[in-house]
């Protein structure tokens, strides 16, 4: 079966840095996606990797292993409006989106 | 920038009722998508559109129909509501043609059924 894995929740402080991980199973890969959604709200598109390594975008960087079936999103200098749930997102071989439950992050002062 | 909206925010229905649940965007994207999201559960697919009249069963499609007549606007129905389809439903966008491309939400509808 198709799988992706992430923590529940998570807590960082502010101004701080936090990973979050994502592994997954899947019938084949087409790239996997980063959204974050604030509570109540649409999720909002983060990254997309489709090769291994690091992406850098301000402070959200997204890193990917195809061979471990691995991904971090890495967020740095934590502020309050970061805490949200972080959702990952693995498109399969037929170019459909996997879902993982997503991650909570709260953020405290 | 792309914009999915929704026809409803919240929505109350009674056990029974035919539900519909509108979505509309506005930059020609050939595919259109509608979820659930429960607490503790990734977005489930229930529905998904590639083009106008064409419709694609996902994950959990049991209990519900869809209707696709204009590229623009994707609609889903729950023909008879239960109290197990209360949830927040999402509808997305993407631009289709072959692309690997980033999904565009709307705002949600959360609908409790009674």
């Known amino acids: 079966g198709q799988n992706i894995d992430q923590p529940t929740e998570m807590t960082a402080t502010e101004g701080a840095i936090v990973q979050i991980n994502c592994t997954y199973q899947?019938?084949?890969?087409?790239?996997l996606f980063w959204y974050q959604q604030h509570a109540g709200e649409a999720p909002t598109f983060l990254s997309y990797?489709?090769l291994d390594g690091l992406e850098e975008k301000g402070r959200f960087s997204s890193f990917l292993s195809r061979s471990k079936g691995y991904s971090y999103l890495l967020l740095k200098e934590l502020q309050m409006k970061d805490s949200a749930s972080y959702l990952c997102?693995?498109?399969?071989?037929?170019?459909?989106?996997?879902w993982g439950a997503g991650t909570k992050l709260i953020i405290k002062p | 920038d792309v914009k999915v909206t929704q026809s409803s925010r919240y929505l109350v229905k009674r056990t029974g009722e035919k539900v519909f649940l509108e979505c509309v965007q506005d930059?020609?994207?050939?595919?259109m998508f509608w979820y659930r999201q429960d607490p503790g559960l990734g977005l489930r697919l229930i529905y998904f559109s590639y083009d106008v009249k064409m419709k694609e069963k996902g994950d959990i499609p049991e209990g519900y129909s869809v209707s696709r007549e204009k590229k623009e606007r994707f609609s889903l129905i729950l023909e008879s509501a239960s109290t197990n389809q209360t949830s927040m439903y999402l509808c997305?966008?993407?631009?289709?043609?072959?692309?690997?491309?980033?999904?565009?939400f709307g705002p949600g509808t959360r609908l409790t059924v009674t």
């Open positions: 990797n489709v």
């Open positions: 930059m020609d994207h050939e595919n």
């Open positions: 997305a966008s993407s631009l289709g043609q072959g692309a690997v491309d980033e999904q565009y």
């Open positions: 997102a693995v498109m399969d071989s037929n170019y459909q989106l996997i």
């Open positions: 899947t019938s084949g890969f087409n790239g």
